[in-house]
């Protein structure tokens, strides 16, 4: 099991798609949710993932285990989801000048009008160039994990 962490910040305007290398859609929900510990079922494109993680260690990083499972697999367990799936799609965008890249998800469905961008750092010290379009943090924000949004939608607390 690895360590994930991460930053999160919300997108100030739509220039990043400009420097997008891919993107891909991604539908999700979460089989269970309690105490930090999240099940979560994906589905990016025609791939299947089921991914566990644990309770936040410091606000930005938790552990995590995911393996890819048949698509089929992951159509079947999307129904035993509590509350709406999660619609987005997902902008793979480089760091100037860094090797990392920033995962930027522009919402669809009742989370419409979100867009936030993760990266991925190897500790939570490590510095990145941070571009134009990247907004006010978020990390450690309840209210913008995805497991958040799947009960309260981005468009009742707004």
Excluded at 132 to 155: A, C
Aim: with cysteine; glycine share 8%; aromatic share 10%.
């Amino acid at each position: 099991m690895n360590i994930e962490t991460e930053r999160k910040f919300l997108v100030k305007d739509s220039s990043f798609k400009a420097q997008a290398v891919k993107s891909y859609r991604i539908r999700q929900g979460y089989i269970a949710h309690d105490g930090g510990n999240t099940v979560r079922v994906r589905i990016r494109d025609k791939q299947g993932f089921l991914t566990i993680k644990g309770p936040s260690l410091d606000g930005m990083s938790r552990q995590e285990w995911e393996r890819e499972i048949p698509l089929a697999d992951a159509l079947e367990l999307l129904p035993l989801c509590k509350g709406s799936a999660i619609d987005k799609i997902r902008y793979i965008v480089p760091e100037e000048g860094g090797e990392r890249y920033f995962e930027v998800d522009e919402f669809l469905g009742d989370n419409a009008g979100l867009v936030m961008a993760e990266i991925e750092l190897r500790t939570a010290q490590e510095t990145f160039s941070k571009p134009s379009w990247l907004g006010d943090e978020v990390t450690g924000d309840r209210r913008y994990y995805n497991s958040y949004l799947v009960v309260r939608p981005y468009k009742s607390w707004v």
